[in-house]
């Protein structure tokens, strides 16, 4: 939303003598020439991988994802290590094939990278609510999250569930 100020504070907290540990915390919907110099400038990037199927992402969020998963792969190539962060919803993407893509696109970093498993909060209906908006989800945000954690495990990679 300030592509500017983000560039411009990364850079001022880099100098001087005490340079200030950054993290970028971010869904990876951005412009790719915001994207790629705050990925460089910041120290950890926590990236949100939220569904990996275009048809499920387009439904469930409204967006496409090939700009998300375009900066995903700037993230990738940077070198440098970052968490992925895997926001599970019941019913949406707490399904085989979303953790084999995951393990899929995380396989060839799996040296570099760490993935923090967030569960669902029932709770999140009330942000629609405090902006005058409906929450009407279609699945049941209630319904037991299924993890398939094991399918990340196979693939080498670290996995912590918060």
Do not use: W
């Not at 926590?46 to 992402?57: V, W």
């Amino acid at each position: 939303m300030q592509p500017v100020f983000l560039l411009d504070l990364l850079r001022e907290l880099k100098l001087g003598l005490n340079p200030i540990h950054t993290a970028l915390e971010t869904s990876g919907y951005g412009d790719p020439g915001v994207f790629k110099p705050a990925v460089e400038l910041a120290d950890l990037t926590l990236f949100d991988l939220k569904l990996t199927d275009p048809a499920a992402h387009r439904k469930y969020t409204g967006a496409d994802n090939r700009l998300i998963l375009r900066n995903f792969e700037v993230l990738k190539a940077s070198g440098k290590p970052f968490t992925a962060r895997m926001p599970l919803i019941p019913g949406v993407n707490d399904t085989k094939e979303h953790f084999t893509a995951t393990a899929e696109l995380l396989g060839e970093v799996k040296d570099r990278v760490n993935v923090e498993i967030l569960s669902y909060n029932p709770l999140a209906g009330a942000k629609y609510t405090a902006v005058g908006l409906d929450f009407e989800p279609e699945y049941d945000e209630y319904a037991p999250v299924i993890c398939h954690i094991g399918l990340l495990e196979e693939a080498g990679i670290l996995v912590r569930v918060l």
